[in-house]
């Protein structure tokens, strides 16, 4: 398996790495609120950490769905989080004009589910050079994420990992196949399991996407002992309040819980 270094946080290398932050970057204040915690709570249990935020929300269900900042206010306010906290950076890239100048300040470039198999946003995240997660489209076999890898590496990159964060399963649901996990770990990339998205009901509410948080922690608990390099949750201090996925999003108390158990599932089986 390719050993992937991002600022100082190995993916790969039979350690588990918390990719963590909010949904949106909604604000300067709530993201050092957010990064500072994860950080240090990452710290005292032994997980590597990357903090992610999206400057842009770009496939919200309704018109009316707040986006988050944009990309000019959104990377300064990634540049910031990262200058203060010494983190790695991660976040969505939608559109091919954007990704130079995100790949600026973010250390690991997203591809959003929805875009998994755009292959100029491929190509063009690629030559960056920056590595890229792929997260699985809701309506990909697991087996074909190995033709977005493909695409990335046809650009001389070979820093690559990918994302489960579950499958259309009817209508407003999504289901996770842990068989899904091996079958991305066999192409040679780190995986991560996006245990909070996974949880997330597509148009649930409507006119916005609902969520069930209660099946986080037990998915987090199976994805950890199938295998996992990475775990990937969305952390609000206030889930009720954010701007988008609050249903899906984890407090602070929530995810200390969880990646207590989750390291001790990931040190027993090492």
Not at 95 to 113: G, M, N, R, S, W
Not at 154 to 176: A, C, I, K, M, P
Not at 206 to 223: C, I
Request: proline share 4%; hydrophobic share 40%.
């Amino acid at each position: 398996m390719n050993i992937i270094q991002a600022g100082g946080v190995t993916f790969g290398d039979n350690n588990l790495v918390l990719i963590g932050g909010p949904c949106q970057a909604e604000s300067l204040e709530l993201c050092c609120e957010v990064a500072q915690y994860l950080k240090e709570l990452c710290a005292e249990l032994g997980f590597g950490y990357v903090f992610k935020a999206s400057y842009d929300k770009a496939n919200r269900s309704s018109e009316n769905g707040v986006r988050g900042p944009g990309l000019k206010r959104g990377l300064e306010i990634l540049s910031e989080v990262k200058k203060r906290y010494n983190v790695p950076i991660v976040t969505d890239v939608h559109e091919t004009i954007e990704v130079v100048e995100v790949a600026k300040v973010a250390d690991i470039l997203q591809i959003p589910a929805f875009l998994c198999r755009q292959t100029d946003l491929l190509h063009a995240a690629g030559k960056t050079k920056k590595i890229i997660n792929i997260k699985k489209g809701q309506f990909m076999a697991p087996e074909d994420m190995l033709g977005a890898l493909e695409k990335v590496r046809s650009t001389g990159n070979d820093q690559l990992l990918l994302t489960e964060r579950g499958t259309t399963f009817g209508y407003h649901n999504l289901v996770v196949d842990m068989r899904s996990l091996l079958t991305m770990r066999s192409f040679g990339v780190p995986v991560v399991f996006d245990a909070t998205h996974s949880v997330q009901l597509p148009g649930g509410l409507g006119n916005a996407s609902g969520g069930k948080r209660e099946f986080v922690a037990p998915l987090a608990r199976a994805a950890t002992a199938v295998g996992i390099d990475a775990l990937f949750t969305e952390v609000h201090p206030r889930p009720d309040e954010a701007l988008s996925d609050g249903p899906n999003s984890l407090d602070f108390e929530q995810i200390r819980e969880i990646l207590i158990t989750v390291k001790k599932i990931h040190d027993s089986l090492r």
